[in-house]
């Protein structure tokens, strides 16, 4: 039977960023609830779990030296090294995912989006808050940061806002329900793509 998504013989990979508390994660959480076939990309790093946090679905925790040998085999598709750690998408989990049919989604900052461009074919989607003011008051619901930390990161997002012109789509996050039907529009139509029929063959 024909589905809504998930009709092709192999994945489409998805490249997401925003700035924090523009709602990718609620968003990315509706999406894969409704439809198993969308998953998150699970990166390596070599932090230590934190409380809650499950080996292979938050992260696949691994030691620095093991860390390394990927970088030297090239199993992956990009890294970074944060605050000592180092962070980094798995090929192989990406592209076996891609051929059991899966759509992968990267959850990534701009700089590292920009790294995989051209190194694997993507689409590449922005969230971004209606207005920098609400993004604030995001912040501030949030709480547990203080207001200067609250202006680092407003600053930050200026800074990532300014690569929307490197991604295919923008969804500007103005209420939950109509981003997430965009959203999934977005994937409805990327699938069904003429240059992604040819997986068909
Ligand atoms: P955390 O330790 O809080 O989970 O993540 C720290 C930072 O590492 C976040 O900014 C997160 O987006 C980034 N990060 C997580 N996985 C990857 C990855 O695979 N590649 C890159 N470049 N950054 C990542």
């Known amino acids: 039977m ?9 994945g489409v990979f998805f490249i997401m960023s925003a700035p924090a508390g523009a709602g ?9 609830k409704e439809f198993d076939n ?27 030296e093991e860390f ?6 090239d199993d992956l598709l990009e890294y970074a090294k944060v605050f000592d750690h180092y962070y980094g998408t798995s090929k192989s989990f990406v592209t076996n995912k891609l051929n059991e049919k899966k759509h992968v989604v990267l959850v990534i900052d701009t700089q590292g989006a920009m790294k995989l461009k051209g190194k694997i074919e993507s689409t590449y989607i922005f969230i971004s808050p209606p207005t920098l003011d609400t993004l604030r008051e995001r912040m501030r619901i949030r709480a547990d940061i203080s207001e200067d930390e609250i202006e680092k990161r407003l600053k930050w997002a ?5 690569q ?6 923008n969804i500007t996050n103005i209420d939950l329900q109509t981003s ?10 990327e699938e069904h793509k003429v240059k992604n029929l040819k997986y068909w063959e």
């Not at 390394?68 to 085999?73: P, T």
């Not at 200026?158 to 300014?162: A, D, L, N, Q």
């Open 164 to 169: 929307i012109v490197n991604y295919d789509y």
């Open 38 to 64: 969308v998953i998150e990309s699970v990166s390596f790093t070599t932090r230590e779990p934190r409380k809650d946090e499950i080996e292979g679905v938050d992260y696949f925790f691994i030691s620095k």
């Open 68 to 73: 390394e040998k990927k970088i030297k085999k």
């Open 24 to 32: 990718k994660t609620t968003l990315i959480r509706m999406l894969t």
């Open 158 to 162: 200026k800074e990532e806002m300014k």
């Open 180 to 189: 997430y039907e965009v959203l999934k529009s977005i994937f409805i139509a």
């Open 2 to 10: 024909q589905k809504l998504l998930g009709n092709l013989n192999k």
